[in-house]
């Protein structure tokens, strides 16, 4: 069944109806971290090339860097610089034709107050536009005990559901320099998420609001050497059918999210796409590509970067140094890298935003 959204930011219902296109559709949106308005824009322009729809997401880092390494209290920017990335989003998306799912990432204990803050925000905006400011915040307690991890994301998820929010979980622990989990020392058990924490946290959240679950099966974030860690999309499989099983449910009944998808094989991203994965999160190779572009501009104008007017020639190289041109060339690096990931995860050409009709209208 084929549905039609408004182009722009999806939230509630919209959400829930964006997520089934995907899973029924076998694909997912990639999930892409932004910084600022460069790699922002470059998400939405690389979306709209591709026709697919796409999760634009800040981690607290980079919300803080979007408000400015100068503000003046760390825990405010992050906040603030979430916020404004948000309205950014809502102002511009909708121009781009595409559906766009806003969403902040990893928040572990000491981030709560984080995403507290930007809830306060949400709440505000809900009431004066009647839907919420961001489509979703990951909340991640997988290094606490289960019972604490559940029970501290309910007590979000209550707030988040009373004003049309989904809340991502983490169970399981995806390996990587984030997590403290390196390529030597890895606790294997802790890389793959047990079925049976799942079945207890759709238990405990389901009641109270949608949720998705970003479950680790071998997972790790950041490109490291291959060999150390097995990739077991089963896993994510064993999950869903423990829950589809216990709960009567059809096939695929929970929303999965795939962490740490840099530099993985592309067979087994395909395997995992069976398996109920919508969204997949791409960080580390698409800032490579944007920095590899610059880089490669760099080395072609050493000069411009160098003096502002040739010291041999007398030629002025305001071009090349104008910020434009060469944040213009990280940009379209970044787009050609996302091209590949709209590719791997087949949304390229499947987005459900309807044409856009009123603004550009002839
Ligand atoms: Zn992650």
Known sequence: MSISLKPGVVTGKEYLSLVRACKEGGYALPAVNVTGTNTLNAVLEAAAANKSDVVIQLSNGGAEFYAGKGFPDSLQAKIMGAVAAAHHVHLLAEHYGVCVVLHTDHANKKLIPWVEGMLDHGEAYYKKHGRPLFSSHMVDLSEEPLEENLSECARLLKRMAAIDMSIEIELGCTGGEEDGVGSDDIDNSRLYTQPEDVLRAYDVLSPIGNFSVAASFGNVHGVYAPGNVQLRPDILKNSQDLVAKEKALG????DLVFHGGSGSEKSKIDESLTYGVFKMNIDTDTQ??????????????????????????????????DPRTWLRVGEKGMIERLGEAFADLKSAGKSVASPVAGSKAA
């Open 251 to 254: 096939k695929n009944p929970l």
């Open 288 to 321: 490579f590509a944007f920095a590899h572009a610059i880089g490669d501009y760099v080395k072609e104008h050493p000069v411009a970067f160098a003096h502002q007017i040739d010291p041999d020639s007398g030629k002025p190289y305001k071009k090349e140094y």
